[in-house]
């Protein structure tokens, strides 16, 4: 059953629907796999489904069904205007930690991110510790690293951006960083610059699920 854009805007933390969830369970399965979403800063500003005049719907609601198929437990939330991405960053790095500790593989924990939500996702790889969480960035490779030059790459992480978007590669990233278990990057050509991860298009979901199930 799929979750209803009408009951996504009222989940508390403690509910579930399906496996869409706006916090860490209070009951978990050491055998679930689990995947944190951390959406674009547009749905900070203007809501859970906003129009981009350039780039069109951001269905974030329909984005989390997509990534809940097949057994994957979503944990994704709004978060408030004007989020602190460090400070974000600790706090999904502490819910991953309570997964770990309450028996959940460490590669069965994926941090996945797109545009703001990709940044928050590289400075919780730079934070974390342990080399077998993964990462997925998406679109989020671009100038703010410049005046972020601390930042490195922590676990096994996967880059995903698009050709004709202004965020590209997250390689120089990967090469200043010493940590990262592993590094991959897909490169996808839709044509529809950032709006490309704005909606769940085969072209994006399908690698990075298949990557995650692989982990």
């Not at 198929?69 to 978060?79: F, H, K, L, Q």
């Not at 770990?100 to 400075?123: K, Q, R, Y």
């Not at 922590?154 to 965020?167: H, I, K, M, R």
Request: aromatic share 8%.
């Amino acid at each position: 059953m799929k979750i209803l854009f009408a009951a996504l805007c009222f989940l508390s933390a403690s509910a579930v629907a399906d496996e869409i969830l706006t916090d860490v369970p209070a009951e978990i399965s050491s055998d679930t796999r689990y995947v944190f979403y951390l959406h674009g800063q547009i749905i900070e500003n203007e809501g859970l489904r906003p129009t981009h005049p350039r780039w069109g719907l951001y269905d974030y609601p329909l984005i989390l069904e997509t990534l809940a198929e097949d057994g994957i437990t979503v944990i994704s939330e709004r978060r408030p205007k004007g989020t602190d991405r460090v400070e974000y960053s600790r706090k999904i790095i502490g819910q991953v930690q309570h997964l770990l500790e309450a028996g959940v593989l460490p590669s069965h924990v994926t941090v996945m991110g797109f545009s703001a939500g990709g940044m928050i996702t590289i400075t919780a790889s730079d934070i974390a510790n342990d080399q077998d969480i993964n990462f997925v960035t998406m679109a989020a490779c671009s100038g703010w690293l410049n005046s972020a030059s601390e930042l490195t790459l922590n676990g096994t992480v996967l880059s995903v951006f698009e050709t004709t978007d202004g965020p590209q590669s997250c390689g120089d990233l990967a090469a200043r960083s010493p940590g990262p278990t592993s590094f991959d990057e897909i490169e996808i050509n839709t044509g529809k610059e950032h709006g490309a991860f704005y909606l769940p298009r085969d072209e994006w979901v399908e690698p990075v699920l298949a990557w995650v199930r692989s982990r």
